[in-house]
């Protein structure tokens, strides 16, 4: 009996974010390390049985959010297609402050971005094919999700649940800014291009 990789990496996905539901990280440390020893398990799936589906990540850290440029940029290539898979944002603010990030389309091309080298968690894996990066300029034209937080010490790991990732094709973009707030935070975007 053959399995289908894609049934076994969504399941993998189904009970990883049924056990940070069940028992969530406690500390932005925390979820990078959940987020870390995960993904390592995801990735030998998909070097051992579909080594066309490699997952990167993109790492913003230390900045101060903004309410008109990105936060961090994923951009499919022309006849590429992505999805993002997980998302932590943790704070850096010196006192409470409340933020609020959006997350949503943003057409099909990125104004003033800055490049931000995709790091593929195996390493014999190809250079990722899209676009990535941050302070994108593009005006979001559809929030896909909003995500409240206090950047005083709090941080969010919204980790997609099975079938509710974030796809981008066909050189679309998705966009990641402040919709209220600009406190620093540190922010770690994980997809997979397919």
Do not use: H
């Amino acid at each position: 009996m053959k399995i289908c990789p894609d049934i076994i990496k969504k399941e993998m996905r189904r009970q990883n974010w049924l056990n940070e539901i069940r028992a969530p990280s406690r500390c932005y440390n925390e979820a990078v390390d959940r987020s870390m020893e995960f993904w390592r398990d995801y990735e030998l799936v998909n070097r051992d049985l579909c080594p066309d589906d490699p997952v990167y990540s993109i790492i913003n850290a230390g900045t101060a959010l903004s309410t008109t440029a990105d936060n961090l940029t994923f951009q499919a290539a022309a006849a590429g297609q992505g999805r993002i898979l997980e998302l932590i944002i943790g704070g850096e603010a010196t006192a409470s402050t409340v933020n609020r990030l959006q997350i949503g389309r943003a057409g099909t091309s990125i104004t003033s971005n800055t490049p931000i080298t995709a790091q593929p968690f195996n390493s014999r894996s190809p250079n990722a094919a899209g676009t990535y990066g941050k302070a994108g300029t593009q005006t979001i034209t559809n929030t896909l999700l909003s995500l409240g937080f206090n950047a005083w010490g709090g941080f969010i790991r919204w980790v997609a649940g099975p079938g509710e990732e974030l796809y981008y094709v066909n050189s679309e973009v998705i966009s990641m800014r402040s919709a209220s707030g600009t406190s620093t935070v540190s922010s770690t975007g994980i997809f997979e291009e397919l």
